[in-house]
């Protein structure tokens, strides 16, 4: 089993910024595609970031220039700097590691941006 635990989530203002962690607990965690994906009501749940093993990233157009995706594998955790944070941005945030067909979810973590 694999468990994904997020925090860092809560109430910001706008153009505030966050940074979002993903512990990964239960697997060689450097073997693993890590991203972050988002839910926000009435919608459905969209990539916002990934990393891939080579140390490579991919972001959504949405965030691009805004938002930063970082891996440690030594403490197998993985961030997301959230900067210029809009109204937009509202929604739960999902860690989520993948492995070939494997993929892991966390429970996620609220974040609500507004003034």
């Known amino acids: 089993q694999v468990q994904l635990v997020e925090s860092g989530g809560g109430l910001v203002q706008p153009g505030a910024s966050l940074r979002l962690s993903c512990a990964a607990s239960g697997t060689i965690f450097s073997s693993y595609v890590m991203g972050w994906y988002r839910q926000a009501p009435g919608k459905q749940r969209e990539l916002v970031a990934a990393?891939?093993?080579?140390?490579?990233?991919n972001y959504a157009d949405s965030v691009k220039d805004r938002f930063t995706i970082s891996r440690d594998n030594a403490k197998n955790t993985v961030h997301l700097q959230m900067n210029s944070r809009q109204p937009g941005d509202t929604a739960v945030y999902y860690c989520n590691a993948q492995r070939l067909q494997y993929s892991h979810w966390g429970q996620g973590t609220q974040v609500t941006v507004s003034s």
């Open positions: 990393i891939f093993l080579g140390g490579f990233t």
